[in-house]
T-cell receptor
Framework: GQNIDQPTEMTATEGAIVQINCTYQTSGFNGLFWYQQHAGEAPTFLSYNVLDGLEEKGRFSSFLSRSKGYSYLLLKELQMKDSASYLCAVRDDSNYQLIWGAGTKLIIKP | EPEVTQTPSHQVTQMGQEVILRCVPISNHLYFYWYRQILGQKVEFLVSFYNNEISEKSEIFDDQFSVERPDGSNFTLKIRSTKLEDSAMYFC????????????FGPGTRLTVL
């Protein structure tokens, strides 16, 4: 079956670093995405990994290990506006369909 | 900056009624998608659309659902006979390519079935 696991909720302090993990078991693999979703809003794209390694984009980085079925999203210099849900999504053998995790709700405290 | 738009932002309907949710994708995009998210639950893929036909659909996308691109700009999702469990946020997304990394999401339509 298709399964994507992420922690339900995490708490971090403003200015700190947080790592959100995602593990997946899918029938195939054709890319992993991280999206940010503020409550009541649409998901917005953060990152895409299809090869092993680290992709860095400003304060956000995403890592992928295909052999382990594992990814993480690293957020540095946390700001209050980073309080949101972070969604891990995997594209399997298809070119189109994304399989979504339930999301990790990140709470930032001053 | 170009964006995906959706109308209406909120639709309330009676069970058994037909609804049409509308989306205007980004103008040079070729791939279109509908997702839904039941309150508090994960995002679920419904359907993808390319070259005027459905390219993939999920188990959720049964005979009650249909999609259409009636003109060069709109992309619609029709639910023929709504059920209570269809209540959800429906997101439209578009992308420049099937393997291209990013799908751009619209703001969503909140559908409430009474």
């Amino acid at each position: 079956g298709q399964n994507i696991d992420q922690p339900t909720e995490m708490t971090a302090t403003e200015g700190a670093i947080v790592q959100i993990n995602c593990t997946y078991q899918t029938s195939g693999f054709n890319g992993l995405f991280w999206y940010q979703q503020h409550a009541g809003e649409a998901p917005t794209f953060l990152s895409y990994n299809v090869l092993d390694g680290l992709e860095e984009k400003g304060r956000f980085s995403s890592f992928l290990s295909r052999s382990k079925g594992y990814s993480y999203l690293l957020l540095k210099e946390l700001q209050m506006k980073d309080s949101a849900s972070y969604l891990c999504a995997v594209r399997d053998d298809s070119n189109y369909q994304l399989i979504w995790g339930a999301g990790t709700k990140l709470i930032i405290k001053p | 900056e170009p964006e995906v738009t959706q109308t209406p932002s909120h639709q309330v309907t009676q069970m058994g009624q037909e609804v049409i949710l509308r989306c205007v994708p980004i103008s040079n995009h070729l791939y279109f998608y509908w997702y839904r998210q039941i309150l508090g639950q994960k995002v679920e893929f419904l359907v993808s659309f390319y070259n005027n036909e459905i390219s993939e659909k999920s188990e959720i996308f049964d005979d009650q659902f249909s999609v259409e691109r009636p003109d060069g700009s709109n992309f619609t999702l029709k639910i023929r006979s709504t059920k209570l469990e269809d209540s959800a946020m429906y997101f439209c997304a578009s992308g420049a390519g099937s393997s291209y990394n990013e799908q751009f999401f619209g703001p969503g339509t909140r559908l409430t079935v009474l």
